[in-house]
């Protein structure tokens, strides 16, 4: 039996949430980075008494479909499996619901779904600094809640959990960031990039047809260069304003 978190978390806010979550389960747990497009994912293999989370950001209320991808590759071998949604305060919609969906395909025995907030990663003034200690403490009030059920083996397949199929309609990117002109050259933001968008001989901008719009080259860019367009995140920023205004809180469906 172990512990295990899949995790996709280009700019560290579903990770945060998530280690706050697998914190409380066991000091050590196994660590599966979904936004590795080296890593071979079919290796890994779950068995029926492993308790695993699977952590994913909500893009417009729906999973990230380079992390679906990836889950899927994983033979989940019925573990038991909780699902924690992380979003941006605006609403994380279909979002649960198609990781449940993804989860059960691949061989996961859905026992629960958390669904958290994080600091939105494009539009930072939205959920910023969250999760913050309220959030972990809610969090880890979750935790405990599971791993006492499955402890006691009293985890049942299948909770109730928001959400419609079918699914809403899947964005575009639409915010491709570029490099100004303090880039280095490094390739750091090639290196790093979940979706191998940027080329090494073309540091400047991304491949609109490959990036995911996840913001990962923006966070880790040590000098600070890449960025998306100020006015198209202005009116992102408008549009969403109402939707944020309100503060979420996690929840949990067991």
């Not at 945060?16 to 066991?26: D, F, R």
């Not at 980075?33 to 779950?46: E, G, H, Q, R």
């Not at 958290?116 to 403490?137: K, L, T």
Request: glycine content about 8%; overall charge positive.
């Amino acid at each position: 039996m172990k512990y295990a978190q899949l995790i996709f978390s280009p700019t560290g806010g579903t990770r945060k949430a998530a280690e706050m979550v697998t914190a409380e389960w066991s000091p050590s747990v196994e660590n599966i980075d979904l936004t590795n497009p080296a890593v071979n994912y079919s290796k890994y293999k779950m068995e029926a008494d492993d308790l695993v989370l699977i952590a994913l950001p909500s893009y417009g209320g729906r999973v990230p479909g380079l992390a679906a991808e990836r889950l899927a590759k994983i033979p989940g071998n019925s573990a038991k499996c909780v699902l924690l949604c992380v979003y941006g305060n605006r609403a994380y919609e279909d979002t649960l619901v198609e990781m449940a969906d993804v989860a059960k395909k691949a061989g996961f025995s859905v026992v629960a779904a958390i669904s958290a907030v994080a600091e939105h990663s494009i539009m930072h003034q939205y959920a910023s600094g969250r999760p913050n200690q309220e959030d972990e403490r809610q969090l880890k009030s979750f935790a405990k809640v599971i791993l006492e059920k499955f402890k006691a083996g009293t985890l049942d397949e299948g909770p109730q959990i928001p959400g419609n199929r079918p699914y809403k309609k899947a964005g575009g990117a639409g915010l491709v960031p570029k490099a100004g002109t303090s880039c280095n050259g490094c390739g750091l933001c090639a290196d790093n990039c979940p979706a191998e968008a940027i080329s090494k001989e073309n540091l400047k901008t991304a491949n609109p047809k490959k990036c995911i719009s996840c913001m990962r080259c923006v966070a880790r860019c040590p000098q600070g260069a890449r960025k998306v367009n100020g006015a198209l995140v202005s009116v992102a920023s408008l549009a969403i304003k109402k939707a944020c205004s309100e503060k979420k809180e996690a929840e949990l469906f067991i």
